[in-house]
Protein backbone atom coordinates (compact mmCIF):
# COMPACT_ATOMS: atom_id res chain seq x y z
CA UNK A 1 0.00 0.00 0.00
CA UNK A 2 1.89 3.48 -1.08
CA UNK A 3 1.47 6.35 0.41
CA UNK A 4 -2.06 7.50 -0.39
CA UNK A 5 -5.14 7.82 0.99
CA UNK A 6 -7.67 5.41 -0.08
CA UNK A 7 -11.62 6.35 0.08
CA UNK A 8 -14.23 3.82 0.26
CA UNK A 9 -17.39 3.69 -0.65
CA UNK A 10 -19.66 1.48 0.91
CA UNK A 11 -23.22 1.80 -0.21
CA UNK A 12 -25.77 -0.28 1.83
CA UNK A 13 -29.24 -0.50 1.57
CA UNK A 14 -30.28 1.80 4.52
CA UNK A 15 -26.81 3.81 4.84
CA UNK A 16 -24.81 5.24 2.05
CA UNK A 17 -20.83 5.74 3.97
CA UNK A 18 -17.90 7.44 2.81
CA UNK A 19 -14.73 7.05 4.80
CA UNK A 20 -10.87 7.85 4.01
CA UNK A 21 -8.30 6.23 5.54
CA UNK A 22 -4.53 6.76 5.92
CA UNK A 23 -1.58 4.07 4.38
CA UNK A 24 -1.48 2.59 8.04
CA UNK A 25 -5.20 1.46 8.08
CA UNK A 26 -6.36 4.85 10.33
CA UNK A 27 -9.37 5.97 9.28
CA UNK A 28 -9.52 10.28 9.04
CA UNK A 29 -13.48 11.21 8.42
CA UNK A 30 -16.49 9.49 7.68
CA UNK A 31 -19.80 10.55 5.98
CA UNK A 32 -22.97 9.12 5.80
CA UNK A 33 -26.36 9.22 4.66
CA UNK A 34 -29.66 7.65 4.89
CA UNK A 35 -30.84 6.04 1.95
CA UNK A 36 -34.95 6.69 0.49
CA UNK A 37 -36.22 4.26 -1.74
CA UNK A 38 -37.31 6.26 -5.10
CA UNK A 39 -40.78 5.01 -6.61
CA UNK A 40 -40.99 4.56 -10.01
CA UNK A 41 -44.51 4.06 -11.72
CA UNK A 42 -45.75 2.57 -8.75
CA UNK A 43 -42.47 0.07 -8.00
CA UNK A 44 -39.59 0.77 -5.99
CA UNK A 45 -36.20 1.39 -6.92
CA UNK A 46 -32.93 2.24 -5.48
CA UNK A 47 -32.42 6.22 -5.80
CA UNK A 48 -28.90 5.79 -7.78
CA UNK A 49 -29.30 9.27 -9.00
CA UNK A 50 -29.28 10.67 -6.04
CA UNK A 51 -26.97 8.52 -3.98
CA UNK A 52 -24.62 10.13 -6.55
CA UNK A 53 -25.13 13.74 -6.62
CA UNK A 54 -24.27 12.80 -2.57
CA UNK A 55 -21.56 10.74 -3.67
CA UNK A 56 -19.77 13.69 -5.77
CA UNK A 57 -20.12 15.97 -3.26
CA UNK A 58 -18.51 13.95 -0.42
CA UNK A 59 -15.46 13.12 -2.44
CA UNK A 60 -15.29 16.80 -3.01
CA UNK A 61 -14.93 17.34 0.47
CA UNK A 62 -11.34 15.20 -0.09
CA UNK A 63 -10.46 17.62 -3.10
CA UNK A 64 -6.65 18.76 -0.89
CA UNK A 65 -5.99 15.23 0.13
CA UNK A 66 -3.51 13.05 -1.79
CA UNK A 67 -5.64 10.02 -2.71
CA UNK A 68 -4.60 7.21 -4.73
CA UNK A 69 -7.36 4.96 -4.90
CA UNK A 70 -11.26 4.48 -4.48
CA UNK A 71 -12.81 1.11 -3.56
CA UNK A 72 -16.54 0.49 -3.62
CA UNK A 73 -18.55 -1.61 -1.38
CA UNK A 74 -22.33 -2.53 -1.94
CA UNK A 75 -25.09 -4.73 -0.70
CA UNK A 76 -25.46 -8.13 -2.37
CA UNK A 77 -28.98 -7.73 -4.36
CA UNK A 78 -28.70 -4.98 -6.59
CA UNK A 79 -28.54 -5.33 -10.37
CA UNK A 80 -27.96 -2.43 -12.84
CA UNK A 81 -28.40 -2.31 -16.52
CA UNK A 82 -26.32 0.21 -18.66
CA UNK A 83 -27.31 1.56 -22.13
CA UNK A 84 -24.75 3.75 -24.62
CA UNK A 85 -22.99 4.31 -21.79
CA UNK A 86 -25.47 5.49 -18.97
CA UNK A 87 -27.91 3.69 -16.49
CA UNK A 88 -30.94 2.39 -18.43
CA UNK A 89 -33.48 3.27 -14.97
CA UNK A 90 -33.10 3.28 -11.66
CA UNK A 91 -32.25 -0.66 -10.37
CA UNK A 92 -35.21 -2.22 -8.30
CA UNK A 93 -35.32 -2.42 -5.03
CA UNK A 94 -35.11 -5.93 -3.45
CA UNK A 95 -37.83 -5.11 -1.44
CA UNK A 96 -40.14 -4.51 -3.80
CA UNK A 97 -42.93 -7.23 -4.02
CA UNK A 98 -42.60 -8.63 -7.29
CA UNK A 99 -45.62 -9.68 -8.82
CA UNK A 100 -47.18 -13.36 -7.63
CA UNK A 101 -47.03 -14.38 -11.40
CA UNK A 102 -43.77 -13.62 -12.49
CA UNK A 103 -42.32 -14.99 -9.07
CA UNK A 104 -43.89 -18.23 -10.25
CA UNK A 105 -42.48 -18.29 -13.46
CA UNK A 106 -39.32 -17.32 -12.24
CA UNK A 107 -39.25 -19.97 -9.77
CA UNK A 108 -40.06 -22.78 -12.48
CA UNK A 109 -36.48 -21.74 -13.98
CA UNK A 110 -34.46 -21.80 -10.86
CA UNK A 111 -31.56 -24.26 -10.80
CA UNK A 112 -31.38 -26.74 -7.36
CA UNK A 113 -29.94 -25.11 -4.63
CA UNK A 114 -27.38 -28.06 -4.46
CA UNK A 115 -26.29 -26.05 -7.96
CA UNK A 116 -26.57 -22.53 -6.79
CA UNK A 117 -26.10 -22.46 -3.15
CA UNK A 118 -29.12 -19.60 -3.78
CA UNK A 119 -32.46 -20.10 -1.93
CA UNK A 120 -35.47 -19.50 -3.09
CA UNK A 121 -36.53 -15.97 -1.31
CA UNK A 122 -39.49 -13.31 -1.47
CA UNK A 123 -39.35 -10.20 -3.28
CA UNK A 124 -36.23 -9.43 -5.36
CA UNK A 125 -33.76 -10.84 -3.06
CA UNK A 126 -32.24 -13.00 -6.10
CA UNK A 127 -31.57 -11.11 -7.99
CA UNK A 128 -31.98 -13.05 -10.70
CA UNK A 129 -35.63 -12.71 -10.11
CA UNK A 130 -35.04 -9.20 -10.49
CA UNK A 131 -33.82 -9.86 -14.26
CA UNK A 132 -36.81 -11.88 -14.77
CA UNK A 133 -39.36 -9.12 -14.23
CA UNK A 134 -37.18 -6.32 -15.90
CA UNK A 135 -36.90 -8.84 -18.85
CA UNK A 136 -40.58 -8.15 -18.98
CA UNK A 137 -40.76 -4.59 -17.76
CA UNK A 138 -38.09 -3.06 -19.73
CA UNK A 139 -37.64 -5.86 -23.11
CA UNK A 140 -36.20 -4.23 -25.61
CA UNK A 141 -33.79 -2.01 -23.17
CA UNK A 142 -32.97 -5.31 -21.25
CA UNK A 143 -31.96 -7.84 -24.98
CA UNK A 144 -28.96 -5.02 -25.10
CA UNK A 145 -27.98 -3.96 -21.42
CA UNK A 146 -24.98 -4.63 -19.99
CA UNK A 147 -25.40 -5.72 -16.79
CA UNK A 148 -23.64 -4.89 -13.37
CA UNK A 149 -23.83 -5.70 -9.44
CA UNK A 150 -24.36 -3.07 -7.75
CA UNK A 151 -21.02 -2.34 -6.12
CA UNK A 152 -19.58 -2.50 -9.49
CA UNK A 153 -21.87 0.02 -11.01
CA UNK A 154 -20.31 2.24 -8.24
CA UNK A 155 -16.73 1.41 -9.87
CA UNK A 156 -18.47 2.26 -13.39
CA UNK A 157 -19.96 5.91 -12.39
CA UNK A 158 -16.39 6.77 -11.68
CA UNK A 159 -14.31 5.44 -14.33
CA UNK A 160 -17.15 4.71 -17.10
CA UNK A 161 -15.20 0.78 -16.88
CA UNK A 162 -18.13 -1.95 -16.51
CA UNK A 163 -17.57 -4.99 -14.80
CA UNK A 164 -18.56 -7.41 -12.69
CA UNK A 165 -17.07 -9.11 -9.60
CA UNK A 166 -17.89 -13.08 -7.94
CA UNK A 167 -18.45 -11.58 -4.06
CA UNK A 168 -21.71 -10.47 -5.80
CA UNK A 169 -22.65 -12.44 -8.49
CA UNK A 170 -22.29 -15.37 -6.00
CA UNK A 171 -24.82 -14.02 -3.01
CA UNK A 172 -28.23 -16.10 -3.70
CA UNK A 173 -28.43 -14.10 -7.04
CA UNK A 174 -29.49 -18.02 -8.46
CA UNK A 175 -26.88 -17.19 -11.41
CA UNK A 176 -23.59 -18.11 -9.97
CA UNK A 177 -22.61 -22.16 -9.09
CA UNK A 178 -19.74 -21.45 -6.55
CA UNK A 179 -18.69 -25.34 -7.05
CA UNK A 180 -18.01 -24.54 -10.67
CA UNK A 181 -16.97 -20.89 -10.39
CA UNK A 182 -19.49 -20.00 -13.31
CA UNK A 183 -22.82 -18.71 -14.25
CA UNK A 184 -25.30 -21.03 -13.18
CA UNK A 185 -27.30 -22.65 -16.20
CA UNK A 186 -30.14 -20.64 -15.62
CA UNK A 187 -27.88 -17.65 -16.22
CA UNK A 188 -27.21 -19.50 -19.75
CA UNK A 189 -30.14 -20.29 -20.78
CA UNK A 190 -31.83 -16.63 -19.87
CA UNK A 191 -28.98 -15.18 -21.64
CA UNK A 192 -27.70 -12.94 -18.93
CA UNK A 193 -24.94 -14.83 -18.23
CA UNK A 194 -23.44 -13.23 -22.15
CA UNK A 195 -24.97 -9.81 -20.85
CA UNK A 196 -23.13 -9.19 -17.39
CA UNK A 197 -19.87 -7.06 -17.91
CA UNK A 198 -16.32 -9.11 -18.09
CA UNK A 199 -15.72 -10.40 -14.23
CA UNK A 200 -12.94 -8.88 -12.63
CA UNK A 201 -11.35 -9.51 -8.84
CA UNK A 202 -12.17 -7.88 -6.19
CA UNK A 203 -8.93 -6.07 -5.87
CA UNK A 204 -8.51 -5.55 -10.02
CA UNK A 205 -7.92 -1.94 -10.60
CA UNK A 206 -10.52 -0.85 -13.60
CA UNK A 207 -9.58 2.12 -14.14
CA UNK A 208 -8.65 5.52 -13.29
CA UNK A 209 -11.77 8.88 -12.82
CA UNK A 210 -13.41 9.71 -15.68
CA UNK A 211 -12.67 13.83 -16.23
CA UNK A 212 -16.26 15.04 -15.84
CA UNK A 213 -15.73 12.82 -12.20
CA UNK A 214 -12.38 14.62 -11.22
CA UNK A 215 -13.52 17.90 -12.28
CA UNK A 216 -16.64 17.56 -10.70
CA UNK A 217 -14.86 16.50 -6.93
CA UNK A 218 -11.50 18.40 -7.69
CA UNK A 219 -9.30 14.53 -7.04
CA UNK A 220 -6.69 13.94 -9.31
CA UNK A 221 -7.97 12.06 -12.68
CA UNK A 222 -5.06 9.72 -11.75
CA UNK A 223 -7.20 7.93 -8.73
CA UNK A 224 -7.49 4.20 -9.16
CA UNK A 225 -10.68 2.74 -8.49
CA UNK A 226 -10.73 -0.84 -7.66
CA UNK A 227 -13.98 -3.20 -9.11
CA UNK A 228 -14.95 -3.67 -5.46
CA UNK A 229 -16.96 -6.00 -3.20
CA UNK A 230 -19.67 -7.05 -1.48
CA UNK A 231 -20.35 -5.58 2.15
CA UNK A 232 -20.98 -8.89 4.35
CA UNK A 233 -17.91 -10.23 2.43
CA UNK A 234 -15.89 -7.02 2.63
CA UNK A 235 -16.43 -7.63 6.65
CA UNK A 236 -15.10 -11.29 6.75
CA UNK A 237 -12.02 -9.75 4.51
CA UNK A 238 -11.50 -7.74 7.85
CA UNK A 239 -12.04 -10.48 10.21
CA UNK A 240 -9.54 -12.50 8.71
CA UNK A 241 -6.75 -9.48 9.28
CA UNK A 242 -6.79 -10.90 13.01
CA UNK A 243 -5.08 -13.66 14.16
CA UNK A 244 -7.56 -15.45 16.14
CA UNK A 245 -9.67 -15.68 13.04
CA UNK A 246 -7.36 -15.97 10.36
CA UNK A 247 -7.46 -19.21 8.71
CA UNK A 248 -8.57 -20.90 11.79
CA UNK A 249 -12.21 -22.81 11.90
CA UNK A 250 -14.27 -19.25 12.97
CA UNK A 251 -17.49 -17.68 11.81
CA UNK A 252 -18.32 -13.77 11.61
CA UNK A 253 -21.89 -12.46 12.21
CA UNK A 254 -22.34 -9.18 10.49
CA UNK A 255 -25.08 -7.44 11.89
CA UNK A 256 -26.91 -4.57 10.22
CA UNK A 257 -30.28 -4.66 8.62
CA UNK A 258 -29.30 -8.10 8.28
CA UNK A 259 -27.83 -10.63 10.76
CA UNK A 260 -25.55 -12.54 8.02
CA UNK A 261 -23.67 -15.74 9.88
CA UNK A 262 -20.61 -16.85 7.50
CA UNK A 263 -18.70 -19.91 8.44
CA UNK A 264 -15.06 -20.12 7.32
CA UNK A 265 -14.23 -23.56 7.80
CA UNK A 266 -10.96 -25.07 8.64
CA UNK A 267 -11.85 -27.90 6.31
CA UNK A 268 -13.89 -27.77 3.28
CA UNK A 269 -17.91 -28.97 4.02
CA UNK A 270 -20.78 -30.31 2.25
CA UNK A 271 -22.67 -27.31 1.63
CA UNK A 272 -25.26 -28.78 -0.22
CA UNK A 273 -26.51 -30.14 3.04
CA UNK A 274 -27.63 -26.47 4.25
CA UNK A 275 -31.09 -26.44 4.76
CA UNK A 276 -32.39 -23.98 1.87
CA UNK A 277 -35.59 -23.34 3.65
CA UNK A 278 -34.38 -21.84 6.89
CA UNK A 279 -32.44 -18.93 4.44
CA UNK A 280 -29.31 -20.65 4.45
CA UNK A 281 -27.22 -20.17 1.81
CA UNK A 282 -23.69 -20.15 0.35
CA UNK A 283 -22.04 -16.90 -0.36
CA UNK A 284 -18.54 -16.46 -2.32
CA UNK A 285 -15.41 -14.76 -1.00
CA UNK A 286 -12.85 -12.99 -2.70
CA UNK A 287 -10.96 -15.91 -3.61
CA UNK A 288 -13.94 -17.73 -5.30
CA UNK A 289 -14.51 -19.99 -2.35
CA UNK A 290 -17.94 -21.56 -0.56
CA UNK A 291 -18.49 -20.02 2.49
CA UNK A 292 -22.06 -21.74 3.84
CA UNK A 293 -24.07 -18.48 5.49
CA UNK A 294 -27.41 -18.00 7.37
CA UNK A 295 -29.41 -14.68 7.23
CA UNK A 296 -32.48 -13.41 9.30
CA UNK A 297 -33.05 -9.38 9.26
CA UNK A 298 -32.64 -8.45 12.46
CA UNK A 299 -31.55 -5.21 12.32
CA UNK A 300 -35.15 -4.51 11.19
CA UNK A 301 -36.66 -6.66 13.25
CA UNK A 302 -35.59 -5.05 16.81
CA UNK A 303 -35.48 -1.58 14.66
CA UNK A 304 -39.43 -3.01 14.51
CA UNK A 305 -39.65 -4.19 18.21
CA UNK A 306 -38.75 -1.16 19.72
CA UNK A 307 -39.81 1.41 17.38
CA UNK A 308 -37.33 3.52 18.17
CA UNK A 309 -33.57 4.30 16.09
CA UNK A 310 -32.10 0.89 16.12
CA UNK A 311 -29.05 2.59 18.03
CA UNK A 312 -31.56 2.29 21.30
CA UNK A 313 -30.08 -0.84 22.28
CA UNK A 314 -26.75 -0.35 21.45
CA UNK A 315 -25.53 3.13 22.36
CA UNK A 316 -22.93 3.16 25.20
CA UNK A 317 -24.75 4.90 28.17
CA UNK A 318 -27.88 2.51 27.74
CA UNK A 319 -25.99 -0.52 28.25
CA UNK A 320 -26.08 -1.07 32.32
CA UNK A 321 -29.97 -0.49 32.21
CA UNK A 322 -30.37 -2.76 29.65
CA UNK A 323 -28.55 -5.74 31.48
CA UNK A 324 -30.12 -4.60 34.45
CA UNK A 325 -33.41 -5.73 32.94
CA UNK A 326 -32.31 -8.64 31.91
CA UNK A 327 -33.37 -11.02 35.36
CA UNK A 328 -37.00 -9.40 35.09
CA UNK A 329 -36.94 -10.71 31.78
CA UNK A 330 -35.69 -14.25 32.46
CA UNK A 331 -37.57 -14.44 35.81
CA UNK A 332 -41.24 -13.52 34.11
CA UNK A 333 -40.59 -15.01 30.97
CA UNK A 334 -40.68 -12.39 28.66
CA UNK A 335 -40.26 -13.44 25.06
CA UNK A 336 -40.53 -12.85 21.70
CA UNK A 337 -41.56 -15.83 18.91
CA UNK A 338 -40.35 -15.59 15.27
CA UNK A 339 -40.81 -13.82 12.92
CA UNK A 340 -41.47 -10.52 12.46
CA UNK A 341 -40.06 -10.68 9.30
CA UNK A 342 -42.58 -13.16 7.00
CA UNK A 343 -40.49 -15.13 4.35
CA UNK A 344 -37.19 -14.62 5.99
CA UNK A 345 -34.42 -16.17 8.66
CA UNK A 346 -34.68 -19.92 10.05
CA UNK A 347 -38.61 -19.39 11.18
CA UNK A 348 -39.46 -18.07 7.67
CA UNK A 349 -43.58 -19.31 8.28
CA UNK A 350 -43.36 -18.55 11.74
CA UNK A 351 -46.02 -16.20 13.23
CA UNK A 352 -44.67 -13.16 15.55
CA UNK A 353 -46.14 -12.91 19.24
CA UNK A 354 -45.33 -11.66 22.38
CA UNK A 355 -45.42 -13.76 25.58
CA UNK A 356 -45.75 -11.61 28.74
CA UNK A 357 -44.78 -8.24 26.50
CA UNK A 358 -43.12 -5.77 29.49
CA UNK A 359 -44.57 -2.42 29.88
CA UNK A 360 -40.83 -1.55 30.90
CA UNK A 361 -38.79 0.57 27.79
CA UNK A 362 -35.61 -1.26 29.25
CA UNK A 363 -37.12 -4.81 29.71
CA UNK A 364 -38.69 -4.67 26.21
CA UNK A 365 -35.43 -3.36 24.59
CA UNK A 366 -33.37 -6.37 26.42
CA UNK A 367 -36.01 -8.70 25.18
CA UNK A 368 -35.62 -7.97 22.08
CA UNK A 369 -31.57 -8.62 22.20
CA UNK A 370 -32.73 -12.16 24.00
CA UNK A 371 -34.67 -12.41 20.63
CA UNK A 372 -32.14 -11.69 17.91
CA UNK A 373 -29.61 -13.97 20.04
CA UNK A 374 -31.75 -16.99 20.14
CA UNK A 375 -32.86 -16.59 16.60
CA UNK A 376 -28.87 -15.75 15.59
CA UNK A 377 -27.79 -18.81 17.70
CA UNK A 378 -29.89 -20.94 15.81
CA UNK A 379 -28.98 -19.82 12.41
CA UNK A 380 -25.31 -20.27 13.23
CA UNK A 381 -26.26 -23.68 14.60
CA UNK A 382 -27.18 -24.63 11.13
CA UNK A 383 -24.44 -23.91 9.16
CA UNK A 384 -21.84 -25.53 11.84
CA UNK A 385 -20.73 -22.80 13.24
CA UNK A 386 -17.93 -23.44 16.52
CA UNK A 387 -15.16 -22.58 18.32
CA UNK A 388 -14.69 -18.98 17.09
CA UNK A 389 -17.53 -16.36 16.39
CA UNK A 390 -16.53 -12.92 16.27
CA UNK A 391 -19.85 -10.06 15.73
CA UNK A 392 -19.50 -7.19 13.80
CA UNK A 393 -21.30 -3.87 13.00
CA UNK A 394 -23.80 -1.90 14.53
CA UNK A 395 -24.91 -4.48 17.07
CA UNK A 396 -21.70 -5.35 18.12
CA UNK A 397 -22.20 -3.32 20.96
CA UNK A 398 -25.70 -3.90 22.37
CA UNK A 399 -24.40 -6.07 25.56
CA UNK A 400 -27.46 -8.16 26.04
CA UNK A 401 -27.04 -9.41 22.79
CA UNK A 402 -23.65 -10.35 23.12
CA UNK A 403 -23.24 -11.60 26.40
CA UNK A 404 -26.59 -13.44 25.35
CA UNK A 405 -25.00 -15.45 22.74
CA UNK A 406 -21.67 -16.12 24.48
CA UNK A 407 -23.85 -17.66 27.19
CA UNK A 408 -25.91 -19.77 24.83
CA UNK A 409 -22.73 -20.72 23.00
CA UNK A 410 -20.46 -21.80 25.89
CA UNK A 411 -18.21 -23.90 23.76
CA UNK A 412 -17.74 -21.00 21.40
CA UNK A 413 -15.01 -17.62 22.36
CA UNK A 414 -17.17 -14.99 21.11
CA UNK A 415 -15.62 -11.65 20.50
CA UNK A 416 -16.41 -8.54 19.68
CA UNK A 417 -13.91 -5.67 17.93
CA UNK A 418 -14.87 -2.17 16.36
CA UNK A 419 -18.39 -2.06 15.50
CA UNK A 420 -18.33 0.87 12.65
CA UNK A 421 -15.96 -0.11 10.36
CA UNK A 422 -15.21 -3.54 9.44
CA UNK A 423 -16.54 -3.73 6.10
CA UNK A 424 -14.31 -0.32 5.07
CA UNK A 425 -11.46 -1.62 6.99
CA UNK A 426 -11.93 -4.98 4.96
CA UNK A 427 -12.38 -3.22 1.37
CA UNK A 428 -8.86 -1.89 2.62
CA UNK A 429 -7.14 -5.09 2.99
CA UNK A 430 -7.78 -5.64 -1.10
CA UNK A 431 -4.74 -3.30 -1.27
CA UNK A 432 -2.89 -4.85 1.32
CA UNK A 433 -3.24 -8.50 2.87
CA UNK A 434 -0.84 -7.89 5.61
CA UNK A 435 -2.89 -4.81 6.70
CA UNK A 436 -3.82 -5.80 10.61
CA UNK A 437 -6.79 -4.17 12.63
CA UNK A 438 -6.16 -1.41 15.02
CA UNK A 439 -6.52 -3.34 18.46
CA UNK A 440 -7.26 -6.40 19.16
CA UNK A 441 -10.68 -8.70 19.58
CA UNK A 442 -12.42 -8.60 22.68
CA UNK A 443 -13.43 -11.65 24.19
CA UNK A 444 -17.27 -11.23 25.37
CA UNK A 445 -18.11 -12.94 28.85
CA UNK A 446 -21.40 -14.25 29.08
CA UNK A 447 -24.37 -13.00 30.81
CA UNK A 448 -24.60 -13.56 34.88
CA UNK A 449 -27.90 -15.66 34.42
CA UNK A 450 -28.37 -19.20 33.03
CA UNK A 451 -30.31 -18.97 29.41
CA UNK A 452 -30.82 -22.69 29.42
CA UNK A 453 -34.35 -22.78 30.79
CA UNK A 454 -35.12 -19.76 29.00
CA UNK A 455 -34.10 -20.88 25.62
CA UNK A 456 -35.70 -24.58 26.02
CA UNK A 457 -38.93 -22.82 26.70
CA UNK A 458 -38.66 -20.40 23.52
CA UNK A 459 -38.15 -23.77 21.30
CA UNK A 460 -41.25 -25.47 23.04
CA UNK A 461 -42.71 -22.12 22.32
CA UNK A 462 -41.59 -21.51 18.97
CA UNK A 463 -42.44 -25.61 18.30
CA UNK A 464 -46.24 -25.26 18.89
CA UNK A 465 -46.63 -21.84 17.49
CA UNK A 466 -45.60 -23.83 14.07
CA UNK A 467 -48.25 -26.61 14.93
CA UNK A 468 -50.92 -24.13 15.35
CA UNK A 469 -49.78 -22.56 12.06
CA UNK A 470 -49.75 -25.31 9.93
CA UNK A 471 -53.03 -26.67 11.74
Known amino acids: MDSGATI ?5 KTLSKVSLWDAGGHML ?13 GIRRLDAPAIG ?16 RIVPVGHGAGVCALIDGALAFPPLDYEQPVPEAVLAGYRAQRDPFAQTGSPALPDGLNFGSQLYWLDQLHPDTMARATLLPWAQYWAWFLTGTAVSEVTSLGCHSDLWCPQDADFSPMAERRGWASRFAPIKRAGDVVGTLRPEIAAATG ?10 LHDSNAALLAARGFAEIADN ?19 PVDTTALPEARDCLVNVDVHGRAVPSARFMGGREIETLIEIDTRRVDIKPDQPALLAAVPEVLGRGRMILPTLMRGFGPF ?39 DRLLVEGRFAEAEVFVRALASLRPDTAVYTANAHNDVSFGALRLIDPTLTPQGQLVRVQPLDADLSSYRNRWQAEVAASAERTAA
Open 249 to 267: EATVLSTGTWFIGMRLPAT
Open 348 to 386: AQGRFGWINRPEDWFERRAAACLYAALVADTALDLIGAS
Open 219 to 228: LSPDVQVLAG
Open 8 to 12: VIDLG
Open 29 to 41: DRQVRANIPLEVG
Open 53 to 68: AWLLDTLGRFADVPVS
